[in-house]
């Protein structure tokens, strides 16, 4: 693949060194066009169509060197594939489908900050992503920007949540707040640091799974300082825990960040119990938490990779009982509208009678508990 240099290209463009190891490299060498992706998979008519829409319309194909070595070049099903080659059914509509299904816009508080809770907000620190997932939740508005916003457009956020003392935790993310440069983002850590009542930080990241590179020690070093920051990733498959990936998360731990997981359910990706154990185990063994296990949000173009929602019930079935308690994730649905996350799951207690409630063990018969005396 020839050099290309590419202005404006977030902070990764302009890397001195030349290595496939380099994440700046690999932001520089990102796959964007039908003709570079043919290069290195043998599309199929639903790829190739999806693709070529994706260069003109729509949410734009991009996928790092790095993840897309971990595609099945002659493999259309394969789920690391699935995951970031569009598809021809991404033109298709279906009921319930919304192109902002939390209703950030309903939800914004100020430029770049969205508010769905009383004591947390979520900061918009970047449109870039290392890749473009094709079940984005903010496909309306990632890849579109391609410089990252200068410090003065977090002003008005800043503001807000200065002026909000209920609010203890933000959530920093985007797009990836990861591909911001690290002095950028270092800045931005250290202004929200100034806002006294903020407790808590949490960086949203998919970078350790798509561009695991990106998580060098200077980029630790310079976050560490801003303690307690919590690093959520983006593991969706077994295939993802490679060695570099374990390498970033292992940097990310051992400098003190509580490292957890959010995995999308996916069809045809991670549909299966036995897929979903040996990820969560994976991750375990990773020090990495398994916190959320998401039913995908309804946006356009993407009802190909969504499952209904009993399925993940059922795949919280299988797992309950079966998995460590520390490798089994929550199911939850983010509530079409953007009226906050619930739980999801089967429900273990069968029946209920006055101060009495029948429980059903994983695997067993039903039992009763018996509530103490009012
Ligand atoms: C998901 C989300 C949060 C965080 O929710 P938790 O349940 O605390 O993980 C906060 N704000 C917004 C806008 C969110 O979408």
């Known amino acids: 693949m020839a050099a290309r240099s ?7 463009s302009r890397g001195r060194t030349a290595s496939r190891d380099d994440w700046r490299w690999q932001l520089g060498h990102a796959i964007e066009t039908v003709a570079e992706l043919a290069r290195h998979l043998d599309l199929s008519r639903e790829e190739r169509e999806g693709a070529l829409r994706a260069e003109r319309q729509g949410l734009r194909l991009r996928i790092t060197p790095y993840y897309l ?9 394969c789920p690391i594939r699935r995951q970031v080659v569009p598809r021809s059914e991404e033109t298709r509509a279906v009921p319930g489908d ?24 979520l900061l918009l620190a970047s449109a870039q992503c290392a890749v473009h997932c ?22 008005p956020a800043m503001r807000y949540l200065a002026q909000h003392p209920e609010i203890r935790e933000v959530i920093v993310s985007g797009g990836d707040p990861l591909l911001l440069a690290t002095d950028h983002l270092a800045a931005l850590c250290a202004r929200l640091r100034r806002i006294a ?15 695991p590179s990106r998580v060098t020690a200077e980029l630790v070093r310079a976050l560490r300082r801003y303690h307690p920051i919590w690093v959520m990733t983006h593991f ?29 359910l996916l069809r045809g990706v991670n549909d299966r119990a036995s897929v979903l ?16 296990f998401f039913q995908m949000d309804p946006v356009r173009g993407a009802a190909h990779l969504r499952t209904p929602l009993a399925a993940g019930v059922e795949l919280m079935a299988a797992l309950q009982g079966k998995l460590s308690g520390i490798a089994l994730p929550k199911l939850v649905v983010d509530t079409p509208g953007g009226g906050g996350k619930v739980p999801l799951g089967p429900c273990y207690a069968v029946a209920s009678a006055a101060g009495q409630t029948r429980l059903r063990p994983p695997g067993g018969a039903s039992v009763a508990y018996v509530d103490p005396p009012a």
């Open 134 to 155: 094709r079940f984005c939740t903010r496909s309306r508005l990632v890849g579109r920007r391609r410089d990252s916003p200068a410090p003065a457009g977090f002003e």
């Open 98 to 121: 919304m192109v902002d299904p939390l209703g950030e816009r309903a939800h914004r508080v100020a430029a770049r900050l969205i508010r769905r809770y009383p004591d947390r907000a």
């Open 277 to 292: 154990a040996s990820l969560f185990r994976g991750l375990v063994r990773w020090r990495v938490r398994p916190y959320y």
């Open 69 to 77: 070595s971990l595609c099945d070049p002659h493999d259309p099903s």
């Open 197 to 211: 009542h903020i407790e808590v930080l949490r960086l949203a990241t998919r970078v350790p799974a798509a561009l």
């Open 236 to 264: 969706n498959h077994p295939r993802e825990l490679t060695a570099a990936a374990e390498q970033a998360c292992r940097r990310l731990v051992d400098a003190g960040f509580p490292v957890m997981n959010q995995t999308v």
């Open 6 to 12: 590419s202005p404006g290209r977030t902070a990764g």
